[in-house]
């Protein structure tokens, strides 16, 4: 069995970072990619960014040089870095494990007050 946890979200005013972390546990050999996403409410869920288990990385346009993907392959733990937080960033944060399922975990709230 897998599970997938979500820690760092709250809240914090405009321009201010936060650093989310994600660690996947249980049964897991191997991994296609890791990832973040995102949703705000009344809006579906988005990409923000994810992370290949080879450290390749592809990020949303709306989060390009503010926000950093990283993980650590021996413990099965994503990382997102996020400065220069705008008041549209705030949401529910989403962990997404995926390997030939995908395993998401229950989200962080992340606020950002103007």
């Known amino acids: 069995q897998v599970h997938v946890a979500e820690s760092g979200g709250g809240l914090v005013q405009a321009g201010g970072s936060l650093r989310l972390s994600c660690v996947a546990s249980?049964?897991?050999?191997?991994?296609?990619?890791m990832g973040w996403y995102r949703q705000a409410p009344g809006k579906q869920r988005e990409l923000v960014a994810i992370?290949?288990?080879?450290?390749?990385?592809n990020y949303a346009d709306y989060v390009k040089s503010r926000f950093t993907i990283a993980r650590d392959n021996a413990d099965n733990t994503v990382y997102l870095q996020m400065h220069s937080l705008k008041p549209e960033d705030t949401a529910v944060y989403y962990c997404?494990?995926?390997?030939?399922?995908?395993?998401w975990g229950q989200g962080t709230q992340v606020t950002v007050s103007s």
């Open positions: 992370i290949t288990a080879g450290g390749g990385t």
């Open positions: 997404l494990l995926r390997t030939e399922f995908e395993y």
């Open positions: 249980g049964s897991i050999f191997r991994y296609n990619y």
